[in-house]
């Protein structure tokens, strides 16, 4: 899987000086690295019945519908405040400077169903947990989570303890 790496782009200062982003477009315009990022991230998942894909605006809603095609589940958008038409459940979380917030329509999960969650980088882990968080408010099972790349240093997995975490790739 290792090989992938050098299909990330790292692009140093961006969005703000000091961030090392990793840009996963190059990895997508390879059809082979999305044909395997496809297949690996519902890899652990197939067969275990998942329900829902649960994919996070905005690079979440690239990959997670591939992903739930693949499982046979259906596809549910996670989205910023306000971009949602029906009736939503938000949660609102802390970022470095100030809180965030984020949405799922209510009718998105049924009580019992079986989630993964999947997004392209797990960081801090504030935006996933977010997530289980609005999964589990409707009642749903979060079956796991899965991400493209994880930044191991900062430990983002502490703030996710008990869930099934996998990544592709790790730095
Ligand atoms: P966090 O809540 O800190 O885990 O941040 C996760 C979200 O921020 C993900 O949706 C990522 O898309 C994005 N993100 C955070 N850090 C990076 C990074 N170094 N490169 C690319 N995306 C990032």
Do not use: C, W
Not at 91 to 98: F, K, M, P, R, T
Not at 99 to 105: G, K, Q, W
Not at 130 to 149: H, M, N, S, Y
């Amino acid at each position: 899987m290792n090989h992938l790496k050098a299909l990330i782009r790292e692009v140093p200062d961006f969005p703000k000086p000091g961030i090392l982003f990793y840009d996963i477009t190059t990895l997508l315009k390879d059809a082979e690295g999305l044909h395997l990022l496809i297949d690996e991230l519902g890899a652990a998942y197939a067969g275990k019945g998942i329900d829902k894909v649960v994919g996070i605006e905005a690079r979440g809603f690239i990959f997670a519908p591939a992903v739930a095609y693949a499982l046979n589940a259906g596809f549910v958008p996670v989205r910023k405040p306000k971009k949602l038409p029906a009736v939503t459940e938000r949660v609102e979380y802390q970022l470095e400077y100030g809180t965030d917030a984020l949405e799922i329509h209510r009718d998105a999960v049924d009580a019992g169903e079986n989630v993964l969650i999947v997004d392209d980088v797990l960081a801090t882990g504030g935006t996933a947990r977010a997530v289980t968080q609005l999964v589990e408010k409707l009642g749903g099972k979060v079956a796991g989570l899965g991400f493209v790349i994880e930044l191991d240093f900062l430990k983002g997995r502490e703030k996710l303890s008990g869930y099934d975490i996998r990544a592709m790739l790790h730095y």
